[in-house]
């Protein structure tokens, strides 16, 4: 990129939907957290600009990494978007502080959450800096690469100040925080550059720093867990203050169970496969040929051997750090009893719940399916058949059963990374099944080797949920996924479908329910930009059908005793800009407009 860098080339439609985004954050935030928080994320946003911009201009001229096709980097919004969120949700819970209905502890907990994220963006944006530095030739180096340089050490410098006021008990508390934090950083670099080499052309890189960031809290959370409550058993240290504790529900730590369980058997499942397929060899006859060499079998056995050794251990760390956690003998037995005797707790409405989803999957799933394979119907218009299916399902339950509604998007969570382990390592009887099956519902987004339309989805609404246990004195929060993919994507317009069967065609009535997107698809002129497909018409349906459903949510809400504590103009901005994201953003919005949606509705 030449030094004469344009303001149009600064400030495209992303980016400015992105900074805007993050200037209302900061305009909702507090004095208390403006300073300390407000503006080291102000520069984040800053650096991941620049950082983006000289990203851009040399992956034009070169391969940089192989990423997905037809989208931008990314990296600002990858980098601003779980920062955004946190500290949108610590604002939430000031509130809640000044009533004396948050606990110290939790605005405590959630600020290292934070900065573990901040951090983890800064080493993310250092790393592609420097990447860029080495591979871009001197005559091509740009003054925006330095200014992101220059605002990431300002932001790294604020944040060891914050953290250091914050840390007054001993200097071994602030070691511990900020090797912590870096820590976090340190994990992403090394898991996005997996990430990106395992599979290539599947993600963007601000896709790919959503999900490296998203899996190191989750599991430093987890790893943060049992190292105090091992701490506290073992030792009587400065450590282990009041400001680390946080109390876990039984249905994080259920779902956290699930996962490794599920992790097992697949791992298991994997390394059989694996092994039969390096070990032996079937040929016509019934004979069995050994394909390693003795010397490479036992390399193999001893890397196989530390790698479980290593894997059991720090597994068994964990079970014992959940086992200290809490005190019901479900979880020191199995997650599956413990998932049992949480449905059998509320025998009829849950068992009811289970038979309803049960027949509107098994419905929905075999008639769309059957759609697909018997009609060139548009593969948009059955993708957003499953953004309706979303509401169906998952309203009623958020609604009548919120804390049911956590299990099963973790045990759906856990099928459904169950099922793409199948797909991928094709094991037999299911993978290949399956992988055609999933074929019938992918988009641009998704590659032959990762298909990813199922998980954003399911993530998209889940994380709204899980985000709003505890103190939220939002009541539209928890539904910000199913708003914005379930209704945001949908408006109820009169459409038919026709497919072909057994050479008749035959009328099918599809309903009132068409997705925004089609609109704009069908009959959209006014596009936002030349190269993109997004239309004006589209993006108004979709901001116009969330306003209307927030409406009759509030309703229905109010009847049963929630108050609407936020103000009708900060809903008409929130809704704005999660759809003007939309509208704007190549990146996989599935993903990121419901974080987006969900930030903007905690302030």
């Keep these: 990129m030449s030094t004469t860098t344009s303001s149009s080339s600064f400030l495209n439609g992303e980016r400015a939907v992105v900074l805007f985004f993050i200037a209302h954050i900061l305009f909702s935030l507090p004095f208390s957290l403006l300073l300390s928080h407000g503006v080291p994320l102000s520069l984040l946003a800053l650096a991941a600009s620049f950082v983006e911009i000289s990203y851009d201009a040399a992956a034009s001229s070169s391969s940089l990494f192989r990423t997905r096709r037809g989208a931008s980097s990314g990296i600002l919004l990858g980098t601003v978007t779980l920062p955004a969120l946190l500290l949108s949700k610590l604002t939430q819970l000031s509130r809640g502080f000044s009533l004396a209905q948050v606990s110290f502890q939790e605005i405590h907990y959630i600020t290292l959450q934070y900065w573990a994220t901040s951090a983890t963006s800064f080493v993310v944006l250092v790393f592609l800096s420097l990447f860029l530095l080495h591979r871009t030739p001197l005559s091509r180096k740009d003054w925006g690469l330095g200014f992101g340089l220059c605002f990431l050490f300002l932001q790294a410098s604020l944040c060891f100040l914050a953290l250091a006021s914050t840390s007054s008990q001993s200097g071994l508390q602030l070691t511990f925080k900020l090797s912590w934090v870096l820590g976090h950083g340190l994990a992403a670099v090394m898991l996005i550059q997996h990430f990106l080499g395992t599979f290539p052309s599947c993600a963007s890189i601000g896709e790919a720093l959503l999900v490296t960031a998203g899996i190191v809290l989750y599991f430093g959370d987890m790893l943060l867990l049992t190292v105090m409550r091992l701490c506290g058993l073992l030792m009587s240290s400065d450590l282990v203050t009041a ?7 039984e249905i994080g730590i259920i779902i956290q169970l699930v996962y490794c369980s599920d992790r097992d058997c697949c791992l298991a499942f994997c390394y059989i496969q694996y092994l039969s397929n390096i070990f032996f060899v079937y040929g016509n006859g019934p004979q069995i040929q050994l394909l390693l060499s003795q010397e490479d079998t036992v390399r193999f056995g001893d890397q196989l051997f530390s790698f479980l050794s290593l894997y059991w251990s720090w597994l068994a760390l964990y079970h014992y750090g959940c086992s200290l956690c809490m005190n019901f003998i479900c979880i020191l037995f199995s997650g599956m009893i413990s998932v049992l005797s949480f449905v059998l707790s509320d025998s009829f409405k849950r068992l009811s719940l289970c038979i309803y989803w049960v027949c509107v999957i098994c419905l929905s799933v075999l008639y769309v399916y059957d759609i697909s394979k018997n009609s060139r119907v548009e593969r948009i218009l059955l993708r957003k058949y499953y953004h309706l299916l979303a509401v169906l399902m998952f309203v009623p339950a958020l609604i009548l059963q919120p804390e049911f509604l ?34 019938a519902f992918t988009d641009h987004r998704d590659s032959d080797f990762l298909i990813v339309s199922h998980f954003s989805l399911l993530l998209g609404c889940a994380l709204p949920i899980w985000l709003s246990s505890g103190y939220n004195d939002r009541p539209l929060t928890p539904f910000a996924g199913i708003l914005s993919l379930g209704i945001g994507d ?51 349906a979709g901001i116009t059908s969330v306003l209307a459903s927030c409406w009759l949510l509030l309703l229905l809400l109010a009847s049963s005793g929630y108050i609407f504590t936020q103000h ?27 974080l987006f949606f969900y930030s903007l509705l905690c302030l």
């Design 490 to 540: 949908t408006m109820v317009i009169f459409s038919f479908l026709k497919y072909m069967i057994f050479g008749l065609h035959v009328a099918v009535n599809f309903g009132y329910f068409v997705q925004a997107s089609l609109i704009g698809h069908k009959y959209g002129v006014l596009r936002w930009s030349k190269t993109g497909k997004k239309t004006i018409e589209g993006t108004t």
């Design 568 to 594: 009708w103009f900060s809903l008409l901005l929130s809704v704005t800009v999660s759809g003007l994201l939309e509208a704007y953003t190549a990146q996989l919005d599935n993903a990121f407009i419901p």
């Design 243 to 249: 400001e680390f504790e946080t109390s876990r529900s």
């Design 406 to 439: 956590d299990l099963g998007f973790g045990a759906a969570l856990a099928v459904f990374l169950t099922l793409e382990i199948i797909r991928i390592w094709r094991i037999w009887p299911l993978g290949q099944p399956i992988h055609q099956f999933m074929n």
